[in-house]
């Protein structure tokens, strides 16, 4: 596990700027008709439909190996499942692919990454990759847009929607997993893990004590 953080770390600190990615062919549109994060763009919607309420300067990995990483400042649409780039004060998207993104915040990096399928996950969507062994634990956040009418009113009110679900996928096979010892202990079938979350006083309610149990024990 070591030596993929030290990996992450090295991709973020070696990836292009923006201005190079350019430069090495990577084409950015932002003609509005090509952006479907603007679409909804004049209705009236309550909520917050981006991962982030502010734009992230993050590293950018791209499905199609010949193009190098880069970084741009980015946010990303969970309701569109779309990333936005920041191009010269406009938003703009990358016609090119992304496999995956990697934000660092302090000592802490967060991956993001889709092609997972199955369980409700949709292979367009963006997942937090919490641990990446022979188990991989994601966390999906997910922004719906929910339309309600209010009482003697006969305009209908939308707002934005969140909801959080987690997955274990071993073997390209993914199950949802609820955050609770019986769930966990069920799916993981292990005496040792078991053992280690007693050890440890682990609370697997929380999604930090359930990755240090899976790259720890279930390796």
Known sequence: MKNKLLLLCLIFFTSMSYGQGINQGL?????????????SAGEEITG???LFDDWKNVTIIFTDGSFQNMQADIKYNLIAHEILVKINGQDGVFRE????????????????RKGFTGSGLRNNAFVEVLADGSIIFLK??????????????????????????YYFVKDGVVKEIKLNEKAIFEY????????????????????????????????
């Not at 084409?27 to 679409?39: E, G, T």
């Not at 993104?101 to 000592?107: D, P, Q, S, T, V």
């Open 27 to 39: 084409r950015v549109s932002s003609d509005p008709a090509l952006i479907r994060s603007l679409s």
């Open 48 to 50: 917050n439909p981006f």
């Open 97 to 112: 692919d992304i496999k995956e993104f990697i934000l660092k915040e302090g000592e802490k990096i967060h991956v993001y």
């Open 140 to 165: 999906q956040t997910e922004k719906i847009i929910i339309e309600s009418k209010g009482y003697n009113t006969a305009g209908v009110e939308k707002k934005v929607g969140e909801s959080i679900r």
């Open 188 to 219: 993981l079938n292990s005496p040792e893990a078991e053992a280690y979350v007693k050890a440890n006083k682990l609370n697997l309610k929380k999604e930090s004590d359930v990755a240090s149990l899976l790259r720890n024990v279930i390796k």
